[in-house]
């Protein structure tokens, strides 16, 4: 059976802090992971991840994906408090299954 | 106007009553799903479609049922709803290949 565990579930910090948040996954096939920022709605895309070792970066956010661990990494330097929100992953599999999110990192950002 | 629509955005129900949420797509995707989020809990898939053909059982179909009306439109139902399945639901969809969702502002649902 396919797993996902975010770690932490929560966390809070202050503005200007550098968080990581964690996501270990175990996925029959695995194809690609896939990261959400989730504020008050409807979840939206930030990044999707298909090789190990290579960064990717948008802004202040960055992530990276370690296949041989089975886990990924979603930093974010210089925090903001636009920055409070879940964020989830989401690993993939070949068998073209959906995505099968994990339960979520929630991030609040004080001033 | 919104790429993948939900409606209504917002229901109170009481238990026992049929009701359906409904999905709408602009994106020209050929998947469709239904999620239920929870405090807590995640997003959890219920079903998913991959063409108009093609519908599939997530993990917590039980209570919930799906018409796949054209490529565009999903709709979920709840034939007798009971006060658990009070959740916040997201439609979302995406293309063949590609495995970035879009998603729906989401309805939240409440059974009483």
């Known amino acids: 059976e396919d797993k996902v565990v975010q770690s932490p579930l929560s966390l809070v910090v202050h503005e200007g802090d550098t968080v990581t948040l964690n996501c270990s996954y175990e996925?029959?096939?695995?194809?690609?992971l896939l990261w959400y920022k989730q504020e008050k709605k409807a979840p939206t895309f930030l990044f999707m991840l298909t090789s190990s070792g290579i960064e990717k970066k948008s802004g202040r956010l960055s992530s990276i994906l370690d296949k041989k661990e089975l886990f990924s990494i979603l930093n974010i330097t210089a925090t903001q408090t636009g920055d409070s929100a879940v964020y989830l992953c989401a690993p993939n599999s070949n068998s073209g299954y959906a995505l099968n999110f994990g339960k979520g990192t929630s991030l609040l950002v004080t001033p | 106007d919104a790429d993948v629509t939900q409606t209504p955005r917002n229901r109170i129900t009481k238990t026992g009553k049929r009701i359906m949420l409904e999905c709408s797509q602009t994106k020209g995707h050929d998947r469709m799903y239904w999620y239920r989020q929870d405090p807590g809990l995640g997003l959890r898939l219920i079903y998913y479609s991959f063409d108009v053909k093609d519908i599939n059982k997530g993990e917590i179909s039980d209570g919930y049922s799906v018409s796949r009306q054209a490529q565009a439109k999903f709709s979920l139902s709840l034939e007798s709803a009971i006060p658990n399945q009070t959740a916040l639901y997201f439609c979302a969809t995406s293309r063949t290949g590609y495995y970035g969702y879009t998603f729906g502002s989401g309805t939240r649902l409440t059974v009483v």
């Open positions: 996925v029959t096939n695995f194809r690609s």
